[in-house]
């Protein structure tokens, strides 16, 4: 999990991980530590533009739990799914509000 920093709205130029303090089964962004990171994209010109975590072994559907955290209608969320044993490839989606609902929106990746 972490934030996602950049200097206009859905354009990813940062990534800064954070500690989940919340245990395996559930998520909660160290507090100090998204301070911290938060003062950092300031420091480099760079708003929070989003949010990223994963679900190991799952799917690309937010569950309840992200739809109810996901809060900031103006962020991009980013889902990565990973398995287990990290023997396969990450795949992602991205939502974002629109139409006060959070809807899958295009992920491009650029090198």
């Known amino acids: 999990m972490g934030l ?3 200097a206009s709205r859905g354009v990813v130029e940062q990534v800064c991980p ?3 303090i919340a245990g395996p089964l559930a998520f909660f962004a160290d507090p100090y530590a ?3 990171a938060e003062k950092r994209f300031r420091a480099s010109k760079s708003i929070v533009v989003g949010y990223y975590h994963s679900h190991p072994g799952g799917g690309l559907d937010l569950s309840d739990s992200d ?4 809060r900031r209608q103006d962020w991009l ?3 990565l799914v990973t398995d287990f044993h990290g023997e396969q490839p990450v795949s992602g989606a991205a939502f974002r509000f629109l139409d006060g609902d959070l809807k899958e929106v295009p ?5």
């Open 34 to 36: 998204q301070f911290r």
């Open 67 to 70: 739809r109810l955290f996901a």
């Open 4 to 6: 996602l920093g950049g």
């Open 107 to 111: 992920l491009i990746v650029k090198g």
């Open 18 to 20: 954070l500690p989940n």
């Open 77 to 79: 969320y980013l889902l």
